[in-house]
């Protein structure tokens, strides 16, 4: 694992983002933002989140190979987790007050 992990700093790892079939009406009106290829480039303890449509993020690692931020897309706060430890690597937004969340992984 420590030998995937060092490969792929630098490197853009995408993600194509699926919404949770538990999200009621009023998450899906972030779907279409969120269901594009988005990447994540990993550099030591922090990572760079690039959403479709020009959006960047700094991510800072919270655990070995996870990283983590809060930032709001039209006007929803959104939680983010990114975590190149596990195989394959997942991306995890959630919207904590209504419950809404879209996830991807790896292939």
Known sequence: MTASFAHAQGAPIEFRMAASDANIAGCRGLDAQLSRVHSVTLNGDT?????????????????????????????????????????????????????????????
Do not use: H, M
């Open 47 to 107: 990572a760079l989140l690039k959403l479709a449509g020009g959006i960047s993020e700094t991510l800072k690692q919270t655990a070995p190979g996870v990283y983590t931020t809060v930032f709001t897309l039209s006007g929803v706060r959104l939680d983010v987790v990114a975590n190149s430890a596990t195989s394959p690597r997942t991306l995890v937004v959630t919207e904590k007050n209504r419950g809404c969340r879209w996830d991807a992984t790896t292939k």
